[in-house]
């Protein structure tokens, strides 16, 4: 991986709260909703602000008459705000929500209860043309980028798919011209329009879908885990050029990934989610230098260290037990069945994501938002 990039201190406040106060836009007619939506945003506003966003899939028994017996709780309640020109990092193990949360935030799925507010209005109640101008200005970037691409399609086609549904973008005499800047923007040759996607290697074809999700000069894009099924080397290539590209399109970026060097590598602020919940948030160095959530705290502790001499004092924080069924969450804290500081109280409430009280008031990395009852600072030595 490339050097840790070098961030601008006035673009990244370690004490920027998860969640701030919503204004909302109360728009009566669908021309105002649209004017609302295409409104510009100053830098290190919220741009995207989510409230207590739930998804419950229902379980169902029975062929003939379907009755519901329970509920996978995929997402179960959580907050946070996407602030103009960052770049929110999403960690956590298999099946903790976070593409459940992304697909959410694109209204590929509907959620069960909750708000996602962009600029202002809740786009989980819109429809029509509002929803429209939502969706072209928050795209997506898949995790696979072979099944992401229809196979029949050539890259052209591929890239200038948008441009049917939002022709204002691009007029139709100028859509090629178009495509072929956008391949010349992510480093693909122009001239590869007329190829087919299985052409290309795996990075080439993730280059396509990043330039099919700038094609409408969107402010917002989701990254399901773009680069986690790409070789290292060419990781690294994909996260040079995203980083590149938010900066010449002003862009804000939701990177969802399980690596937690290429989520330090390219965000300003990192949550951590287990089993539908956020359990920490806060700065990428708070986060990973001064983690106080046991369970961010085993995560570090499980990234391999390069330097022998730093690995002979390491701890190495071992959980026990299988990761519950979301199905079925345990009461109260939801880490405390695989927490070595689980207590009474752990079983008996829910702790709220919030800076721990004896953190409260000081000047510490520390001071940031944990969901534990007993959260306790602890230098974890990680892979620089």
């Known amino acids: 991986m490339a050097e840790e990039p070098k961030k601008d201190a006035a673009d990244v406040t370690d004490a920027t709260p998860s969640v701030s106060e919503v204004e909302t836009v109360d728009a009566a007619t669908p021309e105002e909703a649209v004017a609302a939506i295409e409104a510009p945003v100053e830098r290190g506003e919220p741009i995207l602000q989510v409230r207590n966003l739930v998804k419950h899939f229902p379980l169902t028994q029975g062929i003939l008459v379907k009755r519901q017996i ?105 859509r090629r011209q178009k495509v072929q800047d956008l391949l010349d923007v992510v480093g693909l040759n122009p001239e590869y329009i007329n190829r087919y996607p299985h052409q290309f290697s795996g990075g080439q074809r993730q280059r396509i879908g990043i330039a099919r999700g700038l094609a409408l000069n969107p402010e917002i894009i989701i990254c399901d885990e773009p680069v986690s099924a790409l070789d290292v080397s060419v990781q690294a290539q994909v996260i040079n ?46 986060i990973y230098d001064h983690p106080t959530h046991p369970y961010t705290q085993a995560l570090l502790s499980a990234v391999p260290v390069p330097d022998p001499e730093a690995r ?63 959260a306790e600072e602890k230098d974890v030595v990680h892979a620089a």
Request: proline share 6%; charged share 25%.
């Open 241 to 286: 050029l995203m980083e590149k590209l938010q900066d010449e399109f002003n862009l804000s970026y939701l990177f969802i990934a399980h690596d937690l060097s290429i989520v330090r590598h390219i965000s300003d602020r990192v949550g951590v989610m287990y089993l539908g919940k956020m359990a920490e948030i806060g700065s990428d160095e708070q």
């Open 312 to 374: 002979e004092g390491r701890e190495r924080i071992i959980l026990t037990g299988d990761v519950p069924s979301p199905a079925n969450p345990p009461s109260g804290c939801r880490f405390r069945t695989r927490c070595w500081k689980a207590q009474d109280k752990c079983a008996e409430e829910i702790p709220l994501l919030a800076i721990p009280e004896r953190f409260a008031g000081q000047d510490t990395p520390a001071a940031h938002e944990s969901a534990c009852h007993f």
């Open 70 to 174: 329970g509920a996978v709780k995929a997402v179960d309640g959580i907050s946070f705000d996407l602030y103009q020109g960052e770049t929110l990092g999403i960690v956590g193990e298999s099946g903790c929500g976070k593409s459940t949360v992304a697909k959410l935030l694109m209204t590929l799925e509907r959620a069960t209860a909750g708000e996602v507010f962009y600029k202002g209005q809740d786009i989980t109640k819109l429809s029509g043309r509002a929803l429209k101008a939502v969706r072209r200005n928050i795209q997506m970037v898949f995790q696979d980028p072979y099944t992401s691409l229809n196979p029949r399609m050539t890259v052209g086609d591929i890239i200038g798919e948008p441009f049917e549904i939002h022709p204002e973008v691009a007029p139709k005499g100028s």
